[in-house]
Nanobody
Framework: QVQLVESGGGLLQAGGSPRLSCAASGRTLSTYAMGWFRQAPGKEREFVAKISWSGGITYYVDSVKGRFTISRDYGQNTVYLQMNSLEPEDTAVYYC?????????????WGQGTQVTVSS
């Protein structure tokens, strides 16, 4: 099983453009579909973005389309979430996840999460 560690969160200003990273160890990420989820206080965890193992297919939740971009670096065994035009509603703990296929995305590994707090 792959181990995932997120980084890049923190206290940020609205309109900012941070990049979250998800570094893998234990196994290569090259055969996994990867995704980002988030959980805001008092809410259920929700899907944010996902990318196929090839990198050629991506999906986003409507609320982040045009603002967030998911990408992967096979050499660094890392997945990124570039976040632009941050909004206070983006405040949440962001989790990285790995799954066998991008279509069904049945998560078999979760990271521990990184807190993103957006102030207006």
């Amino acid at each position: 099983q792959v181990q995932l560690v997120e980084s890049g969160g923190g206290l940020l200003q609205a309109g900012g453009s941070p990049r979250l990273s998800c570094a893998a160890s234990g196994r290569t990420l090259s055969t996994y579909a990867m995704g980002w989820f988030r959980q805001a206080p008092g809410k259920e965890r929700e899907f944010v973005a996902k990318i196929s193992w090839s990198g050629g297919i991506t999906y986003y939740v409507d609320s982040v389309k045009g603002r967030f971009t998911i990408s992967r670096d096979y050499g660094q065994n890392t997945v990124y979430l570039q976040m632009n035009s941050l909004e206070p509603e983006d405040t949440a703990v962001y989790y990285c996840a790995a799954a066998p296929r991008v279509s069904e995305f049945r998560v078999n590994s979760w990271g521990q999460g990184t807190q993103v707090t957006v102030s207006s």
